[in-house]
């Protein structure tokens, strides 16, 4: 997914996209990032049409490792849950307790 793509599917506005990822999220993100460096560097990708293939293929790396991890854990490591909703709730929850 695009950037827009995955703030629409974890129905965002203009919040931050990466305060609401849980930690594979973050992960797998993060992974396609240092993927798309590494093999920038490699290549000495020079201007956008060699950075922008180099970026494909990065993502192919995280893709790949994610639909693994998916396929493994019988789970979706995307998930329209917001991160930080999702903690607030549980303060919110903790809170009404110590009540």
């Known amino acids: 997914m695009t950037p827009g ?3 629409e599917f974890k129905g965002l506005k203009k919040e931050n996209l990466r ?4 930690d594979l999220e973050l992960i797998f993100t993060m992974l396609g990032e240092a993927s798309t460096t590494k093999i920038a ?7 956008f049409v060699e950075n922008k293939e180099a ?12 639909r693994e991890l998916e396929q493994r854990s019988g789970e979706k490591v995307s998930v329209p849950e917001n991160y930080l909703s999702a903690s607030e709730k549980k303060k919110k929850l903790e809170d009404k307790s110590k009540k």
Do not use: S
């Open 5 to 7: 793509e995955y703030k």
């Open 19 to 22: 305060d609401h990822m849980n």
């Open 41 to 47: 560097r490699n290549k000495d990708a020079q201007g």
């Open 55 to 66: 970026a494909k293929e990065g993502g192919i790396v995280a893709r790949v490792a994610r």
